[in-house]
């Protein structure tokens, strides 16, 4: 998803279930805050053992459509996200 990281337009992260918890408001695109979201999923015993976030910086943080720059990079997201998964 977007996340605005103050990074480079572009740049992808991988985040753990624990990165997530220790963060405050971890906010992503859609404005929703996945530090809440893992709060409550535990509460009602729902929350899995294992969660691993991607995040992408975006060029602009307002909603709107992709970033012609971001499209063109979505084949290496996708490679970045499936080499990530396989660790």
Same mark, same amino acid.
Request: charged residues 20%.
């Given at each position: 998803?977007?996340a605005? !990281?103050?990074?480079? #337009?572009?740049? /992808?992260?991988? &985040?753990?279930?624990?990165?997530?918890?220790?963060?405050?408001?971890? $906010?992503?695109g859609?404005?929703?805050?996945?530090?809440?979201?893992?709060?409550?999923s535990?509460? !009602?015993?729902?929350? #899995?053992?294992? /969660?691993?976030? &991607?995040?992408?910086?975006?060029?602009?943080?307002?909603?709107?459509? $992709?970033?012609?720059?971001?499209?063109?990079?979505?084949?290496?997201?996708?490679?970045?996200?499936?080499?990530?998964?396989?660790?």
């Amino acid at each position: 998803d977007a996340a605005d !990281m103050e990074r480079e #337009p572009g740049t /992808i992260e991988k &985040f753990s279930l624990e990165q997530i918890q220790q963060t405050k408001n971890f $906010i992503m695109g859609h404005h929703l805050d996945f530090s809440q979201i893992i709060k409550l999923s535990n509460l !009602m015993q729902e929350l #899995p053992s294992q /969660i691993t976030f &991607f995040g992408i910086q975006p060029f602009n943080i307002a909603p709107g459509p $992709i970033n012609h720059t971001l499209k063109t990079h979505i084949p290496y997201y996708l490679s970045f996200i499936k080499k990530e998964l396989c660790k």
